[in-house]
């Protein structure tokens, strides 16, 4: 970090402990909603993936109010400890045991902390390097910031391993809350680093629609769109929250499609650019995020989990494991899907009293341990560490080739990494594809090496797609409207979540998991065609703007 900014390591320790909060929550978060037996709220898969994938596209929506109001009126520096406080309480909030009413304000306040949160972070760091010494370092300013990211999202996992399966759920959410509030502790010491690039709108060059018009045009209309969705007979995309979700979200998009039509004639082009990348990134987020929900299931019933003897201390002295013993006793009653049954007239959960645990449902006879034998088992959550861990190994291998590249004078452009990254990433689902293949859809255990070969594959395309979306809204995004366009970069990931939980409603639905797998290697091979069909307009906006 030696020629970068000096504020960069305070904001790298500030995301890398957000991060740490956000990435523990998530990782337990569908394993909390659907546990029975160790004080979890005992959902069904279907309603945790809707409440999931709900939950983590108002994370990303709310950006768009917070980047406005930093824009505007707070400033980033206040708007990103606002944030951080309100995200710490949430974590708090979630801890409390059993209460769907906490449980349901915290996940409300959350997504309103990360409104505040996380598009000004990224945007305070893009006006550091703003500064003519640091332009030509962006992609790899990004690029480092966002391994802080991941390094909080490699270590929580094992903290939330621990926390829950010693002490409880409500420990490991608590731990969550510790990490958020160092985070911000971090921040306010690094303060006087980044005073100078914590620019309003009011002080910058430029008008700019007004919090007022916003509220009126944007918010309001929002949220009555929503309430009104929700309200449908039936249904129409799913579920009344998707419904509610999606056509919300028509205002907002409505409102990004007016700045454009309202923008100077120099600055259409850039925006119009951005929301193009924007439309197309929207597919990437819907198949990478469900890293916690589908991938997650994969994770939890269909991968042997088995932890060798060799490193079966240390696992378990890093809070990586737990302990299932091979003896009848009383567990749900799970069909050939690993779904729980119900009793259609009391929707309780079907409980066997001589039954087995369901890990070792899908382990051929001759293969189970010895009546009585315990077993260790890697917690599940713990594949979700797999994903940032490569993050960082890969990161400095990938800045390095593309310094490479730009010493040749042969670097991709932004977009072109981004298209790069949508092919990789589709690749992934290949390899889950050949996995389900392998353990002959699920009858058997698939070796753990395939979740860890998925998430090897899709880390090199999130690498060239994620830090250099956020490096090009920065580049791109003219400076009055700089929270307003990195608050867009977050609606797209929104509206990715979204459907990443409509997806993810889905597994049961297909027999043939293959074809769950499948139907997300399309979605990204056509989103990847669509970008490289745009990629000579994109490149001739950037090349006019001066960008690269």
Known sequence: ????????????????????????MIGIFTLYMTDTQSGGLGFDRGTSADVYGTFIALVYLTPFVGGLLADRILGFRRSIIIGGVLMGIGYLLLAIPNNLTTFYLALGVMILGNGFFKPNISTLLGNLYNEEKYKALKDDGYSIFYMGINVGALICNFVAAYMRNTYGWGYAFAAAGVGMFIGVIVFVMGMKHYAHADVRQDQAAGGGTGVGAMLSSVLIPAVVTGVGAWYIPGNIFGSDSTDAFLFGALPVVGFYIWTLQKAAPNEKPRIKALLAVYAVVVIFWAVFKQNGTALTTWAEFYTDRSMPTLIEKPASFMGATQTVRYEQGTYPRYDE???????????????????????????????????????????????????????IFFTPVLIWFFS????????????????LGLVISALSTLVTVVAVYACHNGTEKASAWWVIATYAVITVGELCLSPMGLSMVSKMAPARLAGLMMGGWQLATSLGNKLSGVLATMWDKYEDKSNFFWVNFVLLAVSATVLYLMLPWLKRVFRDSGVH
Not at 3 to 13: D, E, K, S, T
Not at 346 to 356: C, E, L, Q
Not at 404 to 419: M, V
């Open 404 to 419: 490479w590249l730009r010493s040749r004078k042969r670097e991709p452009s932004t977009p072109a990494k981004i298209g």
């Open 337 to 391: 899907q690993f779904r729980t049954t119900r009793n259609p007239e009391t929707g309780k959960i079907v409980t066997d009293s001589a039954s087995y645990h369901p890990y070792f449902k899908n382990i051929p006879a001759e293969s189970r341990p010895a009546e009585g034998t315990s077993l260790k088992l890697v917690s599940t959550e713990i594949f979700q560490s797999v994903n940032p861990f490569f993050v």
């Open 1 to 24: 970090m030696r020629n970068h900014p000096a504020a960069l390591p305070f904001l790298f320790l500030t995301e890398m402990w957000e991060r740490f909060g956000y990435y523990l």
